[in-house]
């Protein structure tokens, strides 16, 4: 089995197609994962602090940016040009993806929950 794309780009090694959706899906996975136990942590503190229909949008929000983060960052190498480094290209280009799309996603959440 060959490494991922992400590992393979800087070692010259060639990327079996099939593997993509493994990669998005294990990054995905992932970040699903990262984003429980973020959203139980920030469910915990926020209900403390502000109410627990805010401490709501800001669990569903954490679970869905960070499994949103993970996918697009696991995936976004495979995209590139074989000749760049993934590490090069892709970091500036997920930052701004995942923080735009982030805000959209946390007021989408909020809009919905709170029936604004």
Do not use: N
Not at 28 to 46: D, N, Q, Y
Request: hydrophobic share 50%; glycine share 12%; charged share 10%.
């Amino acid at each position: 089995m060959s490494p991922p794309r992400h590992r393979s780009v800087p070692i010259g090694t060639a990327l079996v197609m099939r593997s993509q959706g493994a990669i998005s899906s294990r990054s995905g996975r992932v970040g699903l994962l990262l984003g429980c136990m973020l959203a139980t942590v920030g469910m915990v503190i926020g209900t403390i602090f502000v109410g627990a229909r805010i401490a709501v949008v800001v669990g569903i929000a954490l679970v869905t940016i960070c499994g949103w983060a993970a996918t697009i960052g696991g995936t976004m190498p495979l995209l590139q040009e074989p000749r760049i480094d993934p590490a090069v290209i892709s970091v500036p280009m997920v930052t701004t993806l995942v923080d735009a799309t982030g805000l959209v996603i946390y007021f989408t959440t909020a809009k919905v929950v709170r029936g604004i």
